[in-house]
């Protein structure tokens, strides 16, 4: 038996956190860059790279600075403070293989965009 109770869900006696969508703007707005989205308490990233909808946290893995105004290159997003490169076609991996940046599940419904956190 399975219970949603307040964002949390109870599996056998665990409990696991389930995510919630939460509306980030028009799919109008998005271009083939990254913008910064408020999704609940959670600054986002969200753009179209190599023509496929993506969505990470705008907070690079290793020194917690603002990715606010990342360098981009194709499916390649760098932090601006210590060069970190992540590849968000492959769930944010950074290349050479240290920890990634997160990523979060995003979709278009009836033209608005929504993430999951």
């Known amino acids: 038996m399975r219970k ?3 964002g949390m869900e109870i599996r ?3 409990w696991t ?3 919630i ?18 999704a ?10 190599d023509g496929e909808l993506r969505a990470c946290v705008a907070k690079c893995p290793h020194a917690g600075v603002a990715m606010e105004r990342p ?3 194709g499916s390649i997003v760098t932090c601006p403070l210590h060069g970190w490169r992540f590849d968000l076609n492959c769930n ?4 050479h ?13 009836n033209g608005t965009i929504f993430v999951m956190v």
């Open 4 to 6: 949603i109770l307040k």
């Open 92 to 95: 944010g991996r950074e290349i």
């Open 17 to 19: 956190m389930v995510g």
């Open 97 to 109: 293989g240290y920890r990634p940046l997160a990523t979060r599940d995003v979709k278009i419904e």
């Open 21 to 38: 969508w939460h509306d980030v703007g028009s799919a109008d707005s998005l271009t083939d860059e990254l913008s910064l989205r408020v």
């Open 71 to 73: 360098d981009i290159e």
């Open 40 to 49: 609940g308490k959670e600054n986002v990233l969200v753009g179209r790279i």
């Open 12 to 14: 056998s006696s665990e």
